[in-house]
């Protein structure tokens, strides 16, 4: 299969210049992907790849965990190293048993920390741009 080597540099660059908040919004969009790929290969019968595929996902999950400051993030990191933690167990059973209805599951509460992080990325945007209507001087930007 023919890579554009242009697009692993826009890629690259693009990590290398996101912010914070940018990176996870890619990490879930890559996540999404990479589960769309390992299901067509399930079902294509080229179990080798599926498992690389489903073995990224974890990985990028786990790196999404161990990333979460529990202390300052307080109960909602709590319930998604909770959730990230369901999710890693269930790519694993997923992956064991070749079962494209757990990598549905694991997919769709990917999609739905997708659209809830985009939305509290949007109100965070926006806060921070009140507060610098209201101030004389920008004191704060928030990068998404």
């Known amino acids: 299969m023919y890579e554009n080597p242009n697009s692993s540099k826009y890629l690259e660059n693009s990590v290398n210049t996101a912010s914070p908040a940018k990176l996870v919004e890619m990490l879930y969009q890559n996540s ?13 019968k080229n179990f080798s790849e ?3 595929q489903i073995i990224r996902v974890q990985d990028i999950i786990t790196e999404l965990n161990v ?21 890693n167990r269930r ?7 070749k079962d494209v209805d ?3 599951e694991v997919k769709t509460m990917i999609k739905d920390l997708l659209e809830t992080w985009k939305e509290a990325m949007i109100k965070a945007n926006e806060t921070v741009k009140d507060l610098n209507k209201n101030s004389h001087q920008s004191k704060f930007d928030v990068q998404t």
């Open 50 to 52: 599926a498992n690389k």
């Open 32 to 44: 999404i992907e990479r589960l769309e790929k390992s299901k067509n290969m399930i079902k294509n």
């Open 102 to 104: 757990i990598l549905d």
């Open 67 to 87: 990333s979460l400051d529990l202390k300052a993030g307080g109960e909602i990191s709590q319930n998604l190293r909770a959730l990230y933690n369901y999710m």
């Open 91 to 97: 790519l694993i059973e997923a992956n064991l048993k």
